[in-house]
């Protein structure tokens, strides 16, 4: 079991107008925006960077000569492409930035083609400068979906998490549902229905919920992803405690990302929605009663294959120490590895650890 820090983060640094009460406020949001935004492909050199006439903004301009402002995250894409560090131009005034990358569009590199995100509503703003086949899974695509399989986030089942096991009523100071101009973070919870384990600590039984985690960028500041697991509690900085079989999904944004947002995600979403606490009890139950073949070597070669040579008897030596008898089957070999992950520093490997014990467990589903 590990804690889970992604949702805390997110709370710890988005501004009020960052944080929404209800997946209907967010799907309303995002669907204004993709109203309101365009996207193009323009080559590099019919893009010209204009300062304003009291040289204290800038404005991008196409081959239809309208400027557009660019956000502080196309900035940093704009300098990218022009070859110029984004955090030192920012300290400069508005016409030498303006020089400076238009030289490096026009004459530092060769043409290339930019896809370009444009939004007209009273400031024209340049969103995005990505390449030409970036790959967007729009905002509001995701939160209809969501509010199609799991509501509005506040009522039914599947809603914002409580604070140690006790409902709350969403408020800006407590809401899991984050949006801004580059990016999206979701995190909801069935806390209604909890799943009865038999050993859930220390031989004992306990109760778990669970939980997802989506994210996305229409902009290019984050690939699309989708992470469950089941957990005890969140707590007031939601923080996730007892966290387990935490699995991932991501969808970098190439040019097939919206089809395999529809082909791999949305059915993988419908499935964990619909999905009861008793088939996740007897994918449980399935683990404990598949044994692992007990002849010489085959144990390792079960583990390394998995974790890696290096991993192999750690894991099975925390599992013999923790239970008191050797690994015997596939939930045997899911606790080891995730008693395994509890001793790793690194978040990423940790999670990715607990990831592959996860997969274990499906294996006696298949």
């Avoid at 894409?77 to 005034?93: C, F, K, N, S």
């Avoid at 509001?140 to 039914?156: K, M, N, P, S, Y």
């Amino acid at each position: 079991m590990s804690t889970l820090t992604q949702a805390s983060a997110q709370w710890m640094k988005r501004p009020d107008d960052e944080r929404f009460l209800s997946l209907v406020d967010m799907a309303d949001h995002f669907t204004q925006i993709r109203e309101q935004s365009h996207a193009t492909v323009v080559p590099s050199r019919r893009l010209e960077v204009i300062p304003s006439e009291d040289n204290r903004n800038l404005a991008v301009y196409g081959p239809n000569g309208h400027g557009y402002e660019p956000t502080h995250w196309a900035f940093g894409q704009l300098a990218e492409r022009a070859g110029a560090p984004a955090g030192y131009l920012r300290t400069l005034p508005a016409p030498i930035v303006a020089d400076a990358l238009n030289f490096g569009l026009q004459f530092k590199r060769d043409t290339e083609d930019l896809g370009v995100l444009l939004r007209r509503n009273g400031t024209d703003s340049l969103r995005a400068v990505t390449g030409p086949n970036y790959g967007r899974i729009w905002n509001a695509d995701i939160t209809q979906h969501l509010i199609a399989r799991f509501g509005d986030g506040v009522t039914g089942s599947w809603k914002v998490p409580g604070e140690f096991r006790q409902a709350v009523t969403v408020t800006k100071a407590n809401t899991t549902l984050y949006a801004s101009d580059r990016d999206m973070f979701v995190f909801l919870a069935n806390e209604e229905n909890r799943i009865d384990l038999p050993n859930r600590r220390d031989g004992k039984p306990g109760s778990v919920a669970r939980g997802f985690f989506v994210w996305n960028s229409e902009v290019g500041s984050a690939t699309y992803g989708i992470a469950t697991f089941l957990y005890d509690f969140t707590c007031s900085n939601r923080m996730v405690w007892g966290a387990q079989e935490y699995k991932e999904i991501r969808i970098r944004h190439t040019a097939s990302a919206p089809d395999r947002f529809l082909d791999e995600v949305r059915p993988a979403l419908e499935a964990y929605a619909h999905s009861s606490s008793k088939s996740v009890t007897e994918a449980i139950e399935a683990a404990r009663k598949a044994r692992i073949d007990g002849t010489d070597g085959a144990l390792d070669e079960f583990l390394s294959k998995r974790f890696g040579k290096r991993m192999s008897p750690v894991i099975q030596a925390i599992h013999k120490a923790e239970e008191g008898r050797p690994i015997e089957t596939l939930w045997d070999a899911a606790v080891g590895a995730t008693a395994y992950a509890r001793s790793i520093t690194w978040q990423d490997e940790r999670v990715a650890i607990e990831r592959k014990a996860g997969e274990i467990i499906d294996l006696a589903k298949a």
